[in-house]
């Protein structure tokens, strides 16, 4: 069965600094890749999606992650940090097939990101 | 374009009580999703629906939870009778093919 795993429960950077978030996976072939963000008492919105294709992926709200096959790894990137991204972020796979049960998302128990200003 | 809306947000009842959790997706959207989200953690898949068909149920407690998508649109999921660890928020997701959207979820207290 798919994991994931957010090694870091909860981060804390200054504003204007940079940010790394780290995800890993197991999946016995290579998944769907999805991060997420979830502001308090909200639900999730999307930030960026892998399928295939170029490792580096660009996201909304100037955030980027970066595929790498060899380490089973998703990390998620921002070269500098604003009050506003203060919020809890979630790694996800999905099986990268149609049929039955395709595309349910599994989930990382999440990265709370604090930002000093 | 709307978003998933879901009802009630929010919801208090005491344990033994029924609940009942109301989500209408995207329009077109033919994959509905209910997660369930627990402090602290991420969202577990509860059932997956494909129009008005269950796809996947196998982690939906089927002994107090159960659910329907009434016409392949709108769809409830019910709880009777809830435990003090149903309390958590109950996230309802559409989807066109891959790319699933949330709503603002519902957060349930058992007490």
């Known amino acids: 069965a798919q994991s994931v795993t957010q090694p870091d429960i909860h981060i804390t950077v200054s504003e204007g600094a940079s940010l790394e978030l780290r995800c890993n996976y197991s999946?016995?072939?290579?998944?769907?890749l999805f991060w997420y963000v979830q502001s308090p008492g909200q639900g999730l919105q999307l930030l960026l999606k892998?399928?295939?294709?170029?490792?580096l992926v660009q996201g909304i709200k100037g955030f980027e992650a970066e595929f790498k096959r060899s380490q089973s790894s998703f990390n998620l990137r921002k070269p500098s940090v604003h009050w506003s991204d203060a919020a809890e972020y979630f790694c996800?796979?999905?099986?990268?097939?149609?049929?039955?049960?395709?595309?349910?998302?599994?989930f990382g128990k999440g990265t709370k990101l604090s930002v000093i200003p | 374009e709307a978003g998933v809306a879901q009802s009630p947000r929010y919801k208090i009842i005491e344990k033994r009580q029924s609940v009942a959790f109301w989500c209408n997706p995207i329009?077109?959207?033919?994959?509905l999703y209910w997660y369930q989200q627990i402090l602290g953690q991420g969202p577990k898949l509860l059932i997956q629906?494909?129009?008005?068909?269950?796809?996947?149920d196998s982690q939906l407690p089927k002994d107090r939870f159960s659910a329907e998508r009434l016409k392949g649109v709108d769809s409830t999921l019910k709880i009777q009778p809830a435990k003090l660890e149903d309390s958590a928020v109950y996230l309802c997701?559409?989807?066109?093919?891959?790319?699933?959207?949330f709503g603002q979820g519902t957060r349930l207290t058992v007490v």
């Open positions: 997701a559409s989807s066109p093919e891959v790319e699933a959207f």
């Open positions: 999946y016995g072939a290579t998944p769907y």
């Open positions: 892998y399928f295939s294709g170029d490792t």
């Open positions: 996800a796979v999905s099986p990268a097939y149609s049929g039955a049960g395709s595309y349910q998302l599994t």
């Open positions: 329009s077109g959207h033919a994959t």
């Open positions: 629906f494909q129009n008005n068909g269950v796809v996947d």
